[in-house]
């Protein structure tokens, strides 16, 4: 059973950045596609970025790209998402994810909140 653990969210104004951190326990981390999503109130869960577990590919929602990067540390199984430029449209509580797919994890965290002021 793998173990997720976010940090890193918090309260930013508009134009800010935050780097969110998710530490893995419990499995072969190097072997987990990473990935993150997020959910804000009243819509549904949606994939913001992942990073495969073979050639460190990473794949991003398009309205992030050029603003966040996702990357990873199979030392320290722990996998970022650095956050820039935010927007109000990006708050949203986020989750980190592993799985042998990116798109379909497996393993979920507990959610980190990220909340962008106008």
């Known amino acids: 059973q793998v173990q997720l653990v976010e940090s890193g969210g918090g309260l930013v104004q508009t134009g800010g950045s935050l780097r969110l951190s998710c530490a893995a326990s419990?499995?072969?981390?190097?072997?987990?596609?990473m990935g993150w999503f997020r959910q804000a109130p009243g819509k549904e869960r949606e994939f913001v970025a992942g990073?495969?577990?073979?050639?460190?590919?990473?794949y991003y929602k398009d309205s992030v790209k050029g603003r966040f990067t996702i990357s990873r540390d199979n030392a320290k199984n722990t996998v970022y998402l650095q956050m820039n430029s935010l927007k109000p449209e990006d708050t949203a509580v986020y989750y980190c994810?592993?799985?042998?797919?990116?798109?379909?994890?497996?393993?979920w965290g507990q959610g980190t909140q990220v909340t962008v002021s106008s």
């Open positions: 994810t592993a799985g042998y797919h990116i798109a379909s994890p497996d393993y």
């Open positions: 419990g499995g072969t981390f190097s072997s987990y596609a």
């Open positions: 990073i495969s577990w073979s050639d460190g590919s990473s």
